[in-house]
């Protein structure tokens, strides 16, 4: 009778551990999630740092943006509103084929094209739309 409850006692252990290691993928896949949400976060605010560079180097002396720049180009707040992140690169490449109302014609440099990098244009662009 003593050995029968040992036994059950056994089992039962076997039981309680095997449930608790079956619980554990479970924790793991959570942590997993998190780290990996973490890390394109962190992705996230690399892109945006390098778009803002870009904007406080070649945009931020004629067009303001969240409280800074100058006042000679339009502010550029709330342009992802407007445009396309695919509109926004064809106004920073060819900015006179389309004159926005109110300003004048060949201010804006139409060099960005060619002094820009694929990716100088693209955080810059990711920076102007999802501030
Ligand atoms: C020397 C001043 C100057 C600089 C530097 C400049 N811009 Fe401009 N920008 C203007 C002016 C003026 C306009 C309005 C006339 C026009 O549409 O071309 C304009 C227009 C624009 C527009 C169209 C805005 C709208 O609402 O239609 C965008 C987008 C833009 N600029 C982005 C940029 C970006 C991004 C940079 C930096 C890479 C930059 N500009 C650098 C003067 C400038």
Known sequence: M?????????TG??????????SLPGCYDKDQYDE???KLDTKDVSIM????????????????????GGTSGPSLDLLGMR?????IRESIIEPNREIKDGY???IMPENFGMIL???????????????
């Open 2 to 10: 003593k050995r029968h409850l040992e036994r059950i006692n056994r």
């Open 117 to 131: 990098s694929e990716e100088e244009m693209d955080s810059l662009v990711y920076y102007l739309t999802n501030s």
């Open 36 to 38: 990996t949400k973490l």
């Open 13 to 22: 252990l076997a039981l309680l551990t095997s449930s608790v290691l079956f």
């Open 104 to 106: 004048k014609g060949n």
């Open 83 to 87: 445009m396309d992140g695919t509109m």
């Open 49 to 68: 740092k390098k778009g803002e560079k870009q904007f406080l180097k070649h945009c931020g002396s004629c067009h303001s943006f969240q409280g800074t």
